[in-house]
């Protein structure tokens, strides 16, 4: 039977361990490497990471393997009880990837929850032994459902004892070829994870061209492809349900609001500040103050952060307002606040003049992405 889940998402028996610790933001996303020998037209990574060796940690950058302790900081700071290792390609660079699971294992314990997804280019049997030797959880393949050429490699999972399943974006009125894949290896894995198809800032020009357009101004869920994932499920549910393959299709919705959602929130209760306000979505609100050379009004956060200017004076000068309740943003050079007591104390003209005050939503996240800035003078 085909379920509504609470999170969005419509599923076929029981979500995967993977997705389960997933939805509720427990999952950190270890971004192994941009390196990939494929290049799907709905690939969506950013210009920053595509085909890049680059590591992060969520957001945060790695410089390396040596670079453990990072991961296990930021992996803390939401609570980890899990990490999902993607790319790029994992496989193809599988010393690093075995180096980072032993460690979290090592850190965290058995029990820490480790799911893989890699393409089948790189796919072999020694890696997959030395990956499960390691400790990996859960391998999730993406084949190419248009190339049947490397689909039998998924079945050298099987021979170890972890779980098996295949993850692949629902390319709209694709249906009959990736019906096609699920029915060949329906026997060989324990679950189909569908993702809808999303629009990104690197796929969009490949989306145009093939006539694929976004469900609307406020999604980046692509038009046809929640239909289409529904059609797949259908067929699986009255042809092959009785072979227990558990299905899920996973929504852009279930992404931004609620897995994102649930690891801002537990980033947010942990790192915040005493003056932060957080938002039922995890966003953090802050009361800001810069000096007017470091003011986002006139330059970009990566200026600011190169700037050598020093804000202690600034620091002195503010404290008798703020008392204990203020802090020094070294990485943004600003003074964070409490939003609320800085729009008391600007309405009752106590502040100084030649400084930029401003109230801003934020994620709590490394790069601090900021949703918004208004200005208050
Ligand atoms: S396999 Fe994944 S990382 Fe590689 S090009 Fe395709 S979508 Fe991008």
Known sequence: MIKSTKYFSRCIGELPEGCRLCVKGYKTVLFITGICPRSCFYCPISEQKKNKDVIYANELPLTG???IESLIEEAESHD???????????LSRVNRTIIFIRKLKERFGRAYHIHLYAPLENCTEERLKQLFDAGLDEIRFHPDIFENSLWDRIKLARKFSWKTGIEIPVIPEKEKETIKLIEYLKDSIDFLNLNELEY??????NMSEKGYKTKDDLSYAIKGSYLSGMRILKHIEKRIYKTRLNAHLCTAKLKDAVQLRNRMLLKAKN??????????DG????GCIYTK???PRIRKIKEITKSAENMSQPLSEFKPFFKKNIFLDKKKRRLLVNAKKLIRELESGSLPEGYDYAIVE????YDGFEVSVNFLN
Do not use: C, F, V
């Open 362 to 365: 934020e994620y709590p996240t």
């Open 293 to 295: 050379e470091l003011s």
């Open 80 to 90: 980890s009880k899990g990490a999902g290792i993607t790319g790029g390609d994992p």
């Open 271 to 280: 790192t915040r500040l005493p003056t932060d306000i957080i938002s039922n």
């Open 200 to 205: 990104s800032d690197t796929n969009s020009s």
């Open 65 to 67: 393997e040596q670079d």
């Open 283 to 286: 966003i953090l609100l802050r």
